[in-house]
Each structure stands twice: as structure tokens, then as C-alpha cells.
């Protein structure tokens, strides 16, 4: 391509006719463009967001030049305005576009020469006046008539969406959320666009309502702000909010009075939207406003577990064996095991077809218990289903218990669009189902894969109950324990085998309050745990980046980008994951296929996480991939997923992060080869002990500490994890106490 001369800075204003359109994607709007600029003699290459671009149209934009590695010079738009097309020329272009059904560039051709510059016009106010031209009957004049008035609809959502500051990205996606309706929903209610629009929130939503001249005192305000703060609050792990901190957390982020707060909750509740409940258990210490509100879904969830749970423990199916001794001699003899006196117990209640949950942490035998569960279930030829919450989890199930497993969403068929296939009224098809690393599942998850488990099926539930509890809202697996609805086999005995690993010991240590124990110091053997001192946070930024890029590779031989995994407590600060992230790239990928996006830069060979559910991709919220091509031409990044390729748009990389270091909580159900984690008093308020041995026990071969012991020890005393807002416990506990367990119809 031509030079098309000196960039002119960064920020700077550029008018023309489009000459031609060389990609287009439909779901994005992101366009590359050919512009004919007045008193330029080449084409300009325009790349960006444009909706309903149009060959011929008049367009205004902003943006800056740069320069690309292959294609030259290119005006990069931020926003971009279009008006019709004045000369004849560009009227040809317009009508010839293909943005008219029913005219293609002959039939354009003869049209402005029959109307010349006012064939637009006509076209507008009298388009029976086509009917003059030779090859014009009435059907294609209906056609045109149609056509032309859907693009105009299009034209005038995205100047008036544009003109309130809404990028062209964000106004792809609203046109296509609404379609025709566009306008109307946006003008008589915005705060609809943080609900329905991905990657709009209340606040986006709120700015626009402000510039459409929404009073800050509107109800529809305070009621998409306290749906706001519950969604946030659910972020935050709880399934619900105490009325008084709810009103509280309103009143600060919306500036509104307490009483509006109060009508908005009472309307929301009436609507039910909102369920409230009364917290209060004692009459004679009844305290007012002492209730929960949630989100009427998660109430429903937690009503649902409740009950069906309470259903399967009520009709536990028939004993698997007449002789459980004797079948349990039989399996270690064929498994060559020799079960300890718990593990027993908890073959020994699985054989009796009864709900259970097998829970314990590193080396005390989950693994071996749920291997000679499956054996005996396939001798007595019933059908076994495994599956746990991610990916990772279920590839390590799979190859821990030599069965196939799978995630959860795909044991239920979740299909984009169409929600889960498998619920009560197509259950799964079995016998017994072993569900892994259940303190990730959150109390939606739970709920929709109770609803299809099968009065009389032996549902078994192994996590690690001092792990931290899962991402999404709930405690559930620790509720249910404390319930004392389903059976629990609490291991605590740690195997020789595994008592030779400091990973292990330590981490049994850890939940007991206790120092980790250093590495032995005689002999040069190599151990699985070691903790490196170390006082100011940037020499353990630069610890944990030469023991990633150098030390661990050449000692222990393991890949630095596939084999080592940074945990980090926090996101943000000096050993926060964002830039432990941009450090260790630095360090570990100096590949030029690169892009930036979002004030971060992105390379072939990255290392990445999604950072939220892709239905349609089939692709998960914690799910680790790598980059493995970027097409710049079609803006979009090719990232390998296990052994599959999954496509992403430009626009859709909000959804993807760095992953060379990840939040702990992100890296639950997950095992690395190797991890180092940075523990110091930077992470003060994160310290916890569970969250250190969350992070000792994602290695498997080793664990490296960095940082101080004074911040391990604050850690270590911090046994109180925050608090989540739930009420399964209590309604669990309901059906234990008054004989609710068999009451097993669906919430």
C-alpha cells in the first residue's frame, strides 16, 4: 500500500467517503476499510468498530494513525459518524453496496441517472417515483422500500448510541440484544443494559441514564443499583444480604436516602424479584430488620438443594452386596490395596447406596476409596458416572481412578442458549455418580445437578472441605457437612507414601496452626517444599521470577510455561497477579506476534485463562490455554484449549487474562507440576490459612514459598475465613430435625 504520508499524532480527526470494505465481521462490527479523503491521492486503510458500514457513505472520524508491521500506515478509529453520500459517485457506491436489497451497482447506476443528487431524497419521500425506472416493477420496489427502512433504523440507533458516549462495540451489541426495540428500551430504561449486555455494568448503564436526564432519585435507578449491590455481593461468595448491611452498601454507592432503599426493596420483593426471609429464631429475642434478602434465583437454588437432597438421603437405594465384608475383602485382593479402618467405613456406606461425602485433604486416601468404589459397582455391573466441576479436575479424576470423568456442564449437556439438557425431567442414567473436588461447586451448580440425579441413584461427593469454597456464591459443601444430612467420612490418616512429601506434611501442618517444616539440609537430594527468605516485595518479585524463568527449570527440569504455576493472594500491588503477569512475560516470552488490548499486551506462545463461562465456546471460567496464533487482518486470536482450538474475536479478549501467575482462588481444582507462591504482609488483609493450604496443595511435585515468615504466621493464626452470607446449613438442617428428608419433590 502507498505511503499515505506522516502520522499525524495521537488523536485526530479524519473525513472521507468509503471507497471500499475489506473485512467486516457482523457479530463485532469490527471493519477494515478503504477511505477516500479529499486531497489524498491514495486510499486510507481505516481499521475499527463501525456498525453498518456502507460502501459510498460519508464518514467522520476520530481516532490516531499507526504504524502496522505488515500493512503500512492505517488510521486506528475510536469513533466514527456517517451521513448519506452527496455526490453521484458516492450515491452509486451507497445504493450499489449491497446495502439495499433489490439493487445491485447496475441497477444503482440507472436509478442516479435517472434522479441524479436527489435520488436519495426520493428515494425517502417518494419511492413510487422508482417505478420510472426500466427494470423497477412493484415487488423489487417493495423490496427497496423495506430495505432502505431497516438500515435507516440501524443508522439512527448508533448515532444516538454513539452521541452518549456508548462505544461501537458496545452498540453492535445492543442492536443485536433488542434489535428494532433498540431505541425504546435504551430511552425508558438504560439500567436494562447491565443486566442483558455483557461487559456493560450498572455504572456504564447509570452514566447513560444520567446524559438521557435520569433524576439520580429515579426508582428505576435505586432498583438496578440494589440488583447491582446483590450481583456483587454474589460475587463475593454470598447467597444472600442482612437488610441492614444491604440498605447500607445501597445508600453509599447510590447517594439515596434510606427509606428509597427500603421502597425499592418492598416493589422488588412485590415483583418478586427479591425473597426475603426472617432470620430471627428466637421469639423472645426477636430483633427488627433482622432479615436476609436475596436474589429470588438463589433462594430458589438453596430451596431446591435442600429438598432434593434431603429426597435422596430419605430413599437411599438397595444395598449394592449381600455381604459388604466380604465384597470388600475381594476388591483389595483384586486392587492389590490394603484399605485402612475409615477408608473401610466409607466403602462400607457406599455399599449400602447411600448419599454420602467423603472429604480429606493431601495423601489420606480419597483417591484409593473412590477406586474401589467404582470396582465394585462395575462387578455388580451398574452404571458409573464421574465428573467434577472443571476441566483440570476431571482430567485428573480421569487419571487417578483410570475412568473416564468429565465437568459437570458436560455430564448435564449444556447446550448455549437452551440451558442444561439433563434435569428432572431427563435424569441421568445411573447407578452411582462421584462428583470430585466438590468445595469449587457453587450453589447454582449443585442446584441444577441435583435436579437430575435420580431418586435411589448413590450420589458421592469427595472435596477438601478446608480448601477454600468456591468461586461462585454458596458454601456448600461445608454447609452440607454441617448439616448432618448425608453421611460424612472424615479421612485424617496420612499414608507412609505420602508422609515422605514435605508438600503433604506441611500442608496437614498448615491446617493444624503449625509452621511448615524446611527441607532436610543433609545430602544434595532434592525435596518438594522449600521456603525462600526474603523481606522487601520487589526482591521477591525478582526471586519469584528468576525461580520461574531459571531455577526451577535447571534444577528440577521443568517447563517454565507449561510446568509452573505463580499463586498469589491478591490482584493488584507489586506481587499482585497483574503484574507478576507482565513481569514474567517479559521474562518468558519475547515472541514479536503481539498485540495490545485493553492496556495489555498479548503474544503467541501466552500462557492464558478465560475468565468466565463461554457457553458457546465450550470453553470455562478457570480454564488454562495458550495463544497460539494472532490473525491480525480478521482481528481475531487463535488460543489452544487441551487439544482444541477455540477462536476468539478482538472484541471477545475481555474475557481472556494472563495466566503465567493466577489468583489462589482461580486455581482451586487444579493441580501444577510445580507452583511458587509469594507470601508476605503486602497481602495483610488476604492472609488466611486456608488460602496458604489451598496453595500448597495445587503441587504436585513442588511447592516454593517466597517471602516472610512473620506474614506465613499471620496467616497461619487466621483460622477465620470471611464470613459468606448462606442459608443452606439452616434449611438443611430443617429436613434432618423435622423429618423433611422425605419430602423429596422439586424446589
Not at 440501524?154 to 452518549?164: G, K, N, S, T, W
Not at 453492535?172 to 439500567?191: F, Q
Not at 439515596?256 to 420483593?269: G, H, S, Y
Not at 479424576?397 to 455430564?411: D, F, N, P, V
Amino acid at each position: 500500500m502507498a505511503n499515505q504520508g506522516k502520522p499525524a499524532g495521537p488523536n485526530t480527526a479524519l473525513e472521507g467517503m468509503l471507497e471500499r470494505i475489506t473485512y467486516h465481521d457482523q457479530e463485532s462490527g469490527y471493519t477494515v476499510a478503504q477511505l477516500k479523503v479529499r486531497g489524498k491521492a491514495d486510499l486510507v486503510t481505516v481499521v475499527g468498530h463501525m456498525a453498518q458500514a456502507t460502501a459510498g457513505s460519508i464518514l467522520r472520524l476520530t481516532g490516531r494513525w499507526e504504524m502496522h508491521p505488515k500493512f503500512g500506515p492505517q488510521f486506528r478509529l475510536d469513533s466514527c459518524r456517517t451521513s448519506q453520500p452527496a455526490s453521484e459517485y458516492g450515491i452509486r457506491k451507497y445504493l450499489g453496496s449491497g446495502l439495499v436489497r433489490g439493487l445491485g451497482p447496475e441497477m444503482a447506476r440507472r436509478i442516479v441517472d435517472r434522479f441524479g443528487k436527489d435520488t436519495l431524497k426520493v428515494i425517502e419521500e417518494s419511492p413510487r417515483r422508482l417505478l420510472e425506472v426500466d427494470g423497477i416493477g412493484p415487488k423489487r420496489l417493495e423490496m427497496i422500500k423495506t430495505a432502505w427502512k431497516a438500515q435507516k433504523q440501524i443508522r439512527e440507533v448508533m448515532i444516538f448510541l454513539q452521541a452518549h458516549d456508548i462505544s461501537t462495540a458496545y452498540a453492535v451489541r445492543i442492536y443485536k440484544t433488542y434489535g428494532e426495540d433498540c431505541l425504546k428500551v435504551v430511552t425508558e430504561n438504560p439500567y436494562r443494559l447491565a443486566t442483558d449486555i455483557w461487559g456493560i455494568g450498572f455504572l456504564t448503564a447509570d452514566r447513560i441514564a444520567s446524559r438521557l436526564g435520569f433524576s439520580a432519585h429515579s426508582s428505576l435507578r435505586i432498583e438496578a443499583g440494589l440488583l447491582y449491590v446483590l450481583n456483587k455481593a454474589s460475587d463475593e461468595g454470598h447467597c444472600y444480604l442482612p437488610y441492614r448491611e444491604l440498605i447500607g452498601r445501597c445508600v453509599k454507592i447510590l447517594q439515596v436516602p434510606e427509606e428509597a432503599v427500603r421502597q425499592a426493596i418492598a416493589d422488588l420483593t412485590a415483583a418478586r424479584q427479591l425473597v426475603i426471609e426472617d432470620l430471627n429464631s428466637d421469639p423472645d429475642h426477636f430483633q427488627p430488620d433482622n432479615k436476609a434478602v436475596y436474589p429470588a434465583a438463589l433462594h430458589l437454588c438453596e430451596i431446591s438443594i435442600a429438598r432434593r437432597l434431603a429426597g435422596l438421603a430419605a430413599t437411599g437405594g438397595r444395598p449394592l452386596v449381600p455381604d459388604p465384608k466380604a465384597a470388600l475383602g475381594q476388591v483389595q485382593q483384586r486392587l492389590a490395596l490394603k484399605l485402612a479402618p475409615n477408608q473401610c467405613k466409607a466403602v462400607e456406606t457406599a455399599l449400602r447406596s447411600r448419599p454420602m461425602v467423603i472429604t480429606g485433604g493431601p495423601g489420606t486416601g480419597k483417591t484409593t476409596i473412590i477406586r474401589a468404589i467404582i470396582d465394585l459397582y462395575h462387578k455388580a455391573a451398574k452404571k458409573v458416572l464421574l465428573a467434577a466441576p472443571t476441566g483440570r479436575a476431571a482430567k485428573r479424576m480421569s487419571e487417578a481412578t483410570g475412568h473416564r470423568a468429565g465437568t459437570i456442564h458436560r455430564l448435564l449437556g449444556y447446550k448455549p442458549g437452551q440451558g442444561f439438557q439433563k434435569n428432572e425431567r431427563r435424569l441421568l442414567d445411573c447407578d452411582l455418580l462421584i462428583v470430585d473436588e466438590a468445595s469449587m461447586i457453587d450453589t447454582v451448580l449443585m442446584h441444577h445437578l441435583l435436579k437430575a440425579v435420580a431418586a435411589g441413584t448413590t450420589l458421592i461427593l469427595v472435596g477438601d472441605v478446608n480448601q477454600l469454597p468456591s468461586v461462585g456464591p454458596g458454601n456448600v459443601l461445608k454447609d452440607i457437612i454441617a448439616s448432618g444430612i448425608l453421611p460424612v467420612v472424615q479421612l485424617r490418616e496420612i499414608f507412609r507414601q505420602a508422609r515422605q512429601s514435605r508438600i503433604v506434611t506441611n500442608a496437614h501442618r498448615i491446617l493444624a496452626g503449625k509452621m511448615p517444616l524446611d527441607p532436610p539440609r543433609a545430602g544434595d537430594s532434592l525435596s518438594d517444599y522449600y521456603f525462600i527468605q526474603q523481606e522487601d516485595p520487589e526482591d521477591v518479585l525478582e526471586t519469584v521470577r528468576t525461580l520461574v524463568a531459571q531455577r526451577i527449570p535447571q534444577r528440577f527440569g521443568l517447563s517454565a510455561v507449561d510446568e509452573i504455576q505463580v499463586l498469589t493472594p491478591m490482584h493488584r500491588g507489586t506481587l499482585g497477579a497483574l503484574n507478576l503477569n507482565r513481569v514474567l512475560q517479559q521474562s518468558l516470552n519475547r515472541s514479536d506476534d503481539r498485540i495490545e488490548h485493553g492496556g495489555r499486551r498479548l503474544a503467541a506462545g501466552d500462557r492464558i485463562m478465560q475468565q468466565r463461562n463461554d457457553y458457546e465456546k465450550d470453553v470455562f471460567n478457570g480454564d488454562i490455554g495458550f495463544i497460539e496464533a494472532i490473525d491480525r487482518p480478521l482481528r481475531r486470536v487463535m488460543i489452544r484449549f487441551d487439544q482444541r482450538l477455540v477462536e476468539y474475536d478482538f472484541t471477545e479478549l475481555d474475557q481472556i487474562s494472563l495466566a503465567y501467575a493466577v489468583s489462589i482462588h482461580k486455581a482451586q481444582g487444579s493441580e501444577y507440576p510445580a507452583v511458587v507462591v509469594p507470601v508476605t504482609t503486602q497481602h495483610f488483609v488476604m492472609l488466611q490459612r486456608n488460602l496458604v493450604y489451598t496453595a500448597l496443595t495445587r503441587a504436585s511435585r513442588l511447592a516454593v514459598l517466597v517471602g516472610t515468615r512473620q506474614a506465613l504466621a499471620i496467616a497461619l493464626k487466621n483460622d477465620s475465613p470471611q464470613k459468606r452470607y448462606t442459608g443452606l446449613r439452616l434449611k438443611l438442617s430443617s429436613h434432618v430435625t423435622t423429618g423433611g428428608a422425605r419430602d423429596a419433590s422439586p424446589g
